[in-house]
Each structure stands twice: as structure tokens, then as C-alpha cells.
């Protein structure tokens, strides 16, 4: 249970004064198991950021540098350097290709389930569905639905 989840359900049983009192500052916990997500970000030592931001000067990212800076400045965060928005962009990167590989398994599974009559021929030709996406989706934690018209 998240610590958002706790503060509601202590504000539920006590009220919200005494939820307030009791809520822990998450960052003020140090690492938690929930890992660098839930609390503090964890720092890189000098010389790994030196190498990291060497390593970068040489990388062409897939989505482009100058869609990336725009939909940052959309959001609210101002950026002239170069680097951290090739960060954002091999961190998206990845981020869908690790969607695209968790569909394709979803996928697959949900193929080996059907009739060897249904998969006719002789080219296993995968076709991404909503379903495959969505259950992709919610295992990074994003919950993706149809809109109720399509319902």
C-alpha cells in the first residue's frame, strides 16, 4: 500500500487532522523497498555521470530530440540543455520499447491459447491488439480504457 493509500484510510478511520500528524515524509524514510521511485532519487557518482553523458553525446535517440523538447516545454519543464533532453528521450524510448516487448508476450500467450485451426499457414505473423496494449500498459502502471461510446 502506497503512502497515499495510508493517509486516506487513516484520514477515514481518525480524520483528516490526525492523518496528517501520522503521515511519514517518504523522502525522510531513505531508500524503501519500493525502491528510488517511492522516495529520494539516487545519485551517480562524478565520474559514471561523466561517462554517461559521454556516452550520450555519441547516441541518436528514435523519438525525435525536437518532439521530446516540445512535449517537455508543453508540460511546464523550460530546457535548453541538450543532454537531459536526450535523457528524456532514451528513457521513452525505452519505456515503449519495454510496452512493445510486454504486448508481444501478451500476445503470444493469448495465441498458444487458440485452435491450431484458427492459426492457419505457415508465417506466424503477430497482430497487437488493445487487449495485448492495455494489459501491457497497466503492468507499468498505466491504465489505458475504451471511451464509453465504443462500449
Do not use: W
Not at 9 to 32: C, F, N
Amino acid at each position: 500500500m502506497d503512502s497515499r493509500e495510508a493517509k486516506r484510510k487513516r484520514e477515514d478511520e481518525d480524520g483528516p487532522a490526525e492523518a496528517e500528524a501520522m503521515a511519514v515524509d517518504p523522502a525522510s524514510e531513505g531508500a524503501s523497498a519500493a525502491g528510488p521511485a517511492a522516495g529520494a532519487a539516487t545519485e551517480l557518482p562524478a565520474d559514471e555521470m561523466a561517462a554517461l553523458l559521454e556516452e550520450l553525446s555519441g547516441v541518436t535517440p528514435t523519438i525525435p530530440i525536437a518532439a521530446v523538447h516540445f512535449y517537455l516545454m508543453k508540460n511546464g519543464f523550460n530546457t535548453t540543455d541538450e543532454r537531459v533532453i536526450k535523457m528524456v528521450a532514451m528513457a521513452t524510448q525505452k519505456f515503449v520499447a519495454d510496452v512493445a516487448t510486454d504486448a508481444l508476450q501478451h500476445c503470444k500467450q493469448r495465441q498458444a491459447g487458440q485452435p491450431a485451426s484458427r492459426r492457419a499457414g505457415k508465417d506466424k505473423r503477430f497482430v497487437l491488439t488493445t487487449s495485448d496494449l492495455q494489459a501491457a500498459l497497466k503492468e507499468q502502471g498505466v491504465g489505458i480504457s475504451k471511451p464509453p461510446y465504443y462500449v
